[in-house]
C-alpha cells in the first residue's frame, strides 16, 4: 500500500460527502480487485474511496451473485432462509394491522414479502433487474418496481412499513434514500433495516478478510450509534434493536476464518451457492472440507455470536424505528 492513499487527505465520503477520511484498510473482492475503505471523521461511517466505477459494479452483480440455478442456493439452504424469512415476516406481521402495506426496498426473490401477503397485508418490493428479480416475478400477489427508490414512486404517508434486510449499506444514494422513506412512511408506521456492524468484534478481527465485508458492494457501513442517529434525524425513534443473528453472524465468522486462511475469499459462501469449486477451480475435496469444517464448528461459532450480541457488537445488527406522529 502506497503512502499517497494511506496520507489521503480527499477521500469523500460516500455517506455524507465530506473530504475527511482516514485510512483504515484495504482488501481484495472476489474477482481479486483491491478497493480502500476509509473512516469519516466527520459522520463516522467506513466507505470505500475511491468509489467503485459502473463496470466494477457491473461484474459484481453478475448473474452469478444472484445464484445461477432456479434459486440463490441449492435446496435445503433455500429451506432454512426460508425459516429466517418467515421470522421476518413475523416481525413485521406483530407491528403492522390488516391490510397494511409493507414496502421491501431490495426485495430480493419476494419471499420475505410472500409470507407478509398470504396474513393480509399488501406487498411492495423494488429490486434490481437480475435473476432475484426474475424469481421475485412469479409471486403474483406482490407489486414489484424495477430499479432504485425514487422521490417520486409513492405518495407521502403511504406506507405502515418499509424494510431493508441487507441491502441499505449497497445504496448509491443512502441519504436521500432515508430522506424518502421518512416521507413514505405513515406517522405510527415503521422502518425496520437490518446490516452489517462495522463496530462489530467480528470486523475489528479479521479486518479486510471479514466476510461481510463484501467489496465493492458494499459501499459504505454506519455503526448503531451514528446510524441511530442519522434516522432520528429524520424523524422516527428506536423501539428495538438486536445484535444477533443465527442467520449471519456465525457463518460470518466461519467463513472469514477461512478468508484468513484462502487465496481467494468467500470460497465456501460461493461452493453455497452451488457454484463448482467455488467459483475459483478449488477442488472438490477442499470445498468438502470447508462444509465439515462449517457444519462441525456451528455451535461452537453460534455460541460465540451469543457472547458478542451480548455485548452490543455482534457482527450483523437489526434496527426498528418507529415513524413519531406529525404533532409529536
Known amino acids: 500500500m502506497t503512502q499517497d492513499i494511506k496520507t489521503e487527505s480527499a477521500a469523500v465520503c460516500h455517506f455524507c460527502g465530506e473530504p ?46 444472484y445464484g ?3 434459486e440463490k442456493f441449492s435446496g435445503w439452504i433455500e429451506t432454512v432462509l426460508n425459516a429466517f424469512r418467515r421470522r421476518r415476516a413475523r416481525t413485521v406481521l406483530k407491528r403492522t394491522p390488516a391490510e397494511a402495506k409493507v414496502l421491501d426496498i431490495g426485495c430480493g ?20 433487474p437480475g435473476k432475484s428479480l426474475e424469481r421475485a416475478r412469479r409471486i403474483p400477489s406482490l407489486t414489484l418496481k424495477e430499479g432504485k427508490l425514487e422521490p417520486d414512486d409513492f405518495e407521502p404517508d403511504s406506507f405502515d412499513m418499509v424494510t431493508l434486510w441487507h441491502v441499505f449499506e449497497h445504496l448509491d444514494k443512502p441519504r436521500q434514500t432515508l430522506d424518502i422513506i421518512s416521507g413514505i412512511t405513515k406517522p405510527g408506521g415503521y422502518l425496520a433495516l437490518s446490516l452489517p456492524n462495522i463496530d462489530s468484534w467480528q470486523a475489528e478481527r ?44 456465525p457463518f460470518g465468522m466461519q467463513q472469514s476464518l477461512l478468508n484468513r486462511r484462502s487465496a481467494h475469499r468467500d470460497v465456501l459462501f460461493e461452493a453455497l451457492k452451488g457454484r463448482p469449486g467455488g467459483g475459483r477451480g478449488y477442488s472438490s475435496l477442499n470445498i468438502t472440507l470447508q462444509k465439515l469444517f462449517y457444519m462441525g464448528t456451528f455451535p461452537l461459532f453460534a455460541a460465540l455470536s451469543l457472547c458478542e450480541a451480548a455485548a452490543g457488537r455482534g457482527g450483523t445488527m437489526e434496527l426498528i424505528f418507529q415513524k413519531l406522529e406529525k404533532d409529536g
Open 206 to 249: 479479521w479486518k479486510a478478510d471479514w466476510f461481510h465485508l463484501d467489496p465493492p458492494r458494499h459501499l459504505f457501513f454506519l455503526g448503531p450509534e451514528p446510524l441511530i442517529q442519522q434516522v432520528t434525524d429524520r424523524g422516527f425513534r428506536l423501539v428495538a434493536k438486536n445484535f444477533f443473528s443465527l442467520e449471519q453472524n
Open 109 to 128: 426473490n419476494g419471499m420475505f414479502l410472500k409470507y407478509v401477503a398470504e396474513e393480509g397485508r399488501r406487498g411492495y418490493g423494488i429490486e434490481l
Open 68 to 70: 445461477e440455478g432456479e
Open 20 to 65: 475527511s477520511g482516514t485510512y483504515m484498510y484495504s482488501a481484495r473482492s472476489l474477482h481479486g480487485k483491491e478497493f480502500h475503505l476509509y473512516r469519516c471523521s466527520a459522520c463516522r461511517a467506513a466507505y470505500l474511496f475511491p468509489q467503485p466505477s459502473d463496470e466494477e459494479l457491473a461484474e459484481a452483480y453478475a448473474d452469478d451473485y
